[in-house]
């Protein structure tokens, strides 16, 4: 005789995502219901929280699931194009607002600004990304870019790709970063030596390089604070 699977039990009215945030607040929801809310439905064999842990699961906890691609998503049994593009931009949004302030001017006096303006997008990568943020005369930011991802050394890290979008932009400064993910974000020679040569070429072409910031695992390094930019 075939056997068909066991379809999946209904939630009790309490354990509902939807129906508990809506009368508990958001804030007393688990990464399991919060996620179970943007996922909308299961599949015919288990509930849409089973499906949520299953992904938290798959990716060990959130903080892996935010730079997942379309793909990577799509890949778990239970989530079709439509839930995976949902929940790339619930998490791009989530992204966003956490490095806004005041829309897209946001304002950078210390290294600890830009600390603040990029640890959660940068301290997770497995690979180096060097990033540049140009500000305007108010030290503002005008734009950050990714502009090469691999191990930092001179030859990677070109002068030329980094002040062009300054020019641009009329850039008035520019603060460099990369991560290192080893989540230490002591200087080696290489970052001394590429900084060196970035402060150079921003005097000839009269762009600031105010610092260059390196990213840890909720810590950072300033090469200015180091001395190596005066």
Excluded: W
Excluded at 3 to 18: C, I, V
Excluded at 83 to 93: M, Q, S, V
Excluded at 171 to 199: F, I, M, Q, W, Y
Excluded at 200 to 211: H, S, T
């Amino acid at each position: 005789m075939i056997q068909t699977p066991a379809l999946k039990t209904p939630l009790p009215l309490r354990e509902m995502p939807r129906e508990r945030l809506t009368q508990e607040g958001a804030e007393n929801l688990s990464n399991q219901e919060l996620l179970a809310i943007l996922l909308r439905t299961g599949t015919p064999h288990e509930t849409v929280l089973q499906l949520a842990s299953r992904v938290l699961s798959e990716f060990d906890g959130l903080m892996m699931i935010k730079d997942a691609s379309l793909e990577e998503l799509q890949a778990i049994k239970g989530i079709g194009q439509v839930k995976a593009i949902e929940l790339r931009a619930a998490l791009e949004i989530g992204k966003r607002i956490h490095t806004s302030q005041h829309g897209e001017r946001y304002v950078i006096k210390t290294p600890e600004d830009v600390s603040e303006y990029v640890m959660e997008d940068m301290r997770f990568l497995n690979q180096e990304h060097f990033v540049a943020i140009y500000l305007n005369t108010k030290n503002q930011v005008l734009f950050k870019k990714t502009l090469f991802i691999g191990s930092l050394n001179a030859s990677i890290v070109h002068p030329r790709e980094v002040f062009k979008e300054a020019l641009r932009r009329s850039a008035a400064s520019v603060v460099c970063l990369h991560n290192h993910p080893s989540g230490d974000p002591s200087p080696s020679r290489e970052d001394r030596e590429v900084t060196k040569r970035l402060v150079e070429c921003g005097k000839v072409l009269g762009v600031e390089v105010l610092d260059h910031i390196i990213i840890g695992d909720r810590r950072y390094s300033s090469l200015r604070e180091h001395g190596i930019i005066p």
